[in-house]
Structure formats: structure tokens, C-alpha cells
């Protein structure tokens, strides 16, 4: 099995650990990757769900580390892989000056990307009616792991630490959905500018569609050097299904804001996540990929990870075989498209850990 069919079977099985304490500490709830733990193979870090209920019955179970921080991946009792995990991070252990441990403000993700929601709360999220199915925003503040707002000061603090004391490479803000017709985008703003004045770091933003473009202009200035903007589902009836309240954003307003927000950050450097699984066809998936491409939008293709305490817990993941009847073709148009991921700025598709997508761009590429 080459490296990307086992991240790609991984990632939609899940996998146990016979010691859950290796590396530094999975993440529950929030807004994701969640109840995912980060390994790496064969140089290539990625997120495999731990927490989740395929994990709890997948075939892979990965040893105890040894002392030299590797462990073997088994299956039916045979290694197929030696992985690693990443150590906890330094900048874990601080805290403010108003004593919020630092890993409340902000997270790893995979091996060398920083990560927040810098609001953690969402209009959505407040309304059962209205929910994004899959959404666990709520879950990590519920349980005291994060805070409701970060303010810019704490942010910077925070992403100084982790390039000084982590290699932090870039950095993810992410944000849920206020009141508002900036839809999020003027608090990243804010949280982008401060940052930058105290530290060279890129960031990635994250909020739908801001009801004014002028909004891409203001958080390119302010420090953003690339954007995403979150279709999760393609077609008009899982959308509806999955994300009642946020598909009252329609698919016209997310392409007319891909549009005006590539003019803004170039090609590539605008991207959108789309979970596989939820009920869009490969087809659907690969058609809409297609008209993203197009576009100069990078298209994120991950398989949904069903997340404890979410209306959609007992959801199945995808299988492996459907991804990769999407990974495949998606790498092969995307190297097309003059879009790689290791070409993007900052975010989720230049750190590629939630899904084996990158892994498929470089067989196209070799």
C-alpha cells in the first residue's frame, strides 16, 4: 500500500492507540480537525481521527512509541507503517500575563501550522434550526479548553511564542460566524494586523462570504495573505440538509466572493473546504472542483470525520475508496491548474493534514 492509500484509509478509519498519551494531546470539539491526533508518515504529517466512533472499530492500531519516538501501525496483527508523532508543543506550557494558558488562545495543528478560532461562537451554532450539522464549535468553550473571544494582543503574544519556540511556519484564524455583514471578516482583520506587527508570520482567514467585497481589500492590508471561504457541501440538497441556516448563503454569493476575493489574493491563494461524505456525489464534487479550479480557488477536499456530541455522530465516514475516486482526479487538476498546495501562502490546503489530497498532487506531478 503506497503512503498516500494508507493516509487516505487512515484518515477515513480512524485508528487506536495503545497509548493515547504519545505526542502532545488530540483535540475534542471546537472548530476542526477534532477528535483527530497528528502523525507522521513517511515525512508527510497528517490528522487521524482517535476519538470518533470508526476510530473506536478501525482495523489500525498504532503501538506505543519507542524510544526514539517511532511506532508501528498494525493491522490484522502486521506492520504496515512506522509513524511519528509530534512532541507537545513549547509555547503549551505559558501563559498570559492574566494567566489564560497559551494552548486557550491558540493550537497546533498538524507539525508546524498555528491555529485559532478567534470567535467561538456562531450565530448558527445558536440556533438547532440553523446548525451546521457537523459543527462542534461550541464544544471546546462548553468545556473550558478555549475562550469566547481572543483579542488581537493575545493572538500576537501567542504566535510570537510559537515561531520562537516551535518553528511555527504559518498560521490559520478562523472565526464563527457574528452578527454582522462582514461575516467575521472585520474581527480577523483586527487579529491579522496585530500579528503581523509582531511577527513575520502568514495567515490564512477564514469566515463566509463578507456581504461587501471591500472586505477582501481590508484584510489583505491589514495582514491576510490568503483566504478561505467554506463551501462544506456542493449541491443545493445537502447543503439545505446539512447546513440549514448557512445555505441561506447561496452558491451565487460564494462564487461572486471567490471571484472578487482572487483579484485580491491571486490565484490559488483563495481556497474552500468540501467535506466528502455528507452526500454529494463524487461527481458533484469533482464538477464543482472543476469551476473552483477554474476560477483560481483551490478546492479542499477532506473526508467528513463524524464528531461525538454533533447531530451527525453516528454519520458514517466515507469510505477510501470514494476519496480516492476523488483524490485522484482532484490531483491531477489542480497540478493542471497551476494551483499546487505547497504553493499557497497559508492554511488548511499548503498544511494539507486533513485530507491525502497533496499526496495525489505529487504523484501527478512525479
Not at 481589500?217 to 457541501?233: P, Q
Not at 465516514?317 to 483524490?327: D, Q, T, V
Request: charged fraction near 20%; glycine fraction near 8%.
Amino acid at each position: 500500500m503506497s503512503d498516500s492509500e494508507l493516509i487516505n484509509d487512515l484518515q477515513t478509519k480512524g485508528m487506536r492507540l495503545v497509548d493515547p498519551r504519545a505526542g502532545h494531546e488530540s483535540r475534542r470539539g471546537g472548530a476542526g480537525p477534532s477528535d483527530h491526533k497528528a502523525i507522521t508518515i513517511g515525512g508527510t504529517t497528517v490528522m487521524v481521527p482517535v476519538h470518533t466512533a470508526p476510530a473506536f472499530e478501525s482495523p489500525y492500531l498504532v503501538e506505543a512509541p519507542d524510544a526514539s519516538g517511532a511506532a508501528r501501525v498494525l493491522r490484522d496483527g502486521a506492520e504496515v507503517a512506522r509513524v511519528r508523532f509530534p512532541l507537545r508543543p513549547r509555547f503549551y506550557e505559558l501563559k498570559t500575563a492574566d494567566g489564560i494558558p497559551y494552548n486557550q488562545i491558540a493550537v497546533l495543528h498538524s507539525r508546524d501550522v498555528l491555529a485559532t478560532t478567534v470567535l467561538q461562537t456562531c450565530i448558527r451554532y445558536e440556533s438547532r434550526k440553523k446548525t451546521c450539522q457537523f459543527c462542534s464549535i461550541g464544544q471546546s468553550l462548553a468545556a473550558g479548553r478555549t475562550i469566547a473571544h481572543k483579542t488581537p494582543a493575545q493572538l500576537a503574544e501567542v504566535a510570537k511564542a510559537a515561531v520562537a519556540l516551535d518553528g511555527v511556519k504559518h498560521m490559520v484564524l478562523t472565526t464563527g460566524t457574528p452578527r454582522g455583514k462582514d461575516r467575521g471578516a472585520a474581527v480577523l482583520a483586527e487579529s491579522a494586523a496585530a500579528i503581523k506587527a509582531a511577527v513575520d508570520l502568514p495567515i490564512q482567514a477564514q469566515c463566509e462570504p463578507p456581504e461587501d467585497d471591500a472586505w477582501h481589500r481590508r484584510m489583505a492590508d491589514a495582514g491576510v495573505d490568503a483566504l478561505g471561504m467554506h463551501l462544506e457541501a456542493v449541491t443545493p440538497e445537502v447543503r439545505a440538509r446539512i447546513m440549514p441556516g448557512k445555505a441561506g448563503v447561496p452558491l451565487e454569493k460564494y462564487f461572486s466572493s471567490f471571484e472578487a476575493a482572487v483579484k485580491v489574493f491571486g490565484r490559488g491563494q483563495v481556497s474552500t473546504y468540501i467535506l466528502a461524505g455528507l452526500g454529494d456525489s463524487a461527481e458533484a464534487i469533482l464538477a464543482m472542483s472543476e469551476k473552483l479550479c477554474g476560477m483560481g480557488v483551490y478546492p479542499f477536499v477532506v473526508p467528513f470525520v463524524p464528531i461525538s456530541g454533533t447531530p451527525l455522530e453516528s454519520h458514517p465516514a466515507p469510505s477510501s475508496a470514494f476519496m480516492a475516486s476523488i483524490l485522484r482526479p482532484l490531483g491531477a487538476m489542480i497540478v493542471a491548474a497551476g494551483m499546487k498546495s505547497e504553493d499557497i501562502k497559508a492554511g488548511c490546503g499548503k498544511c494539507g493534514a486533513c485530507s491525502a489530497l497533496s499526496t495525489y498532487e505529487k504523484l501527478r506531478v512525479a
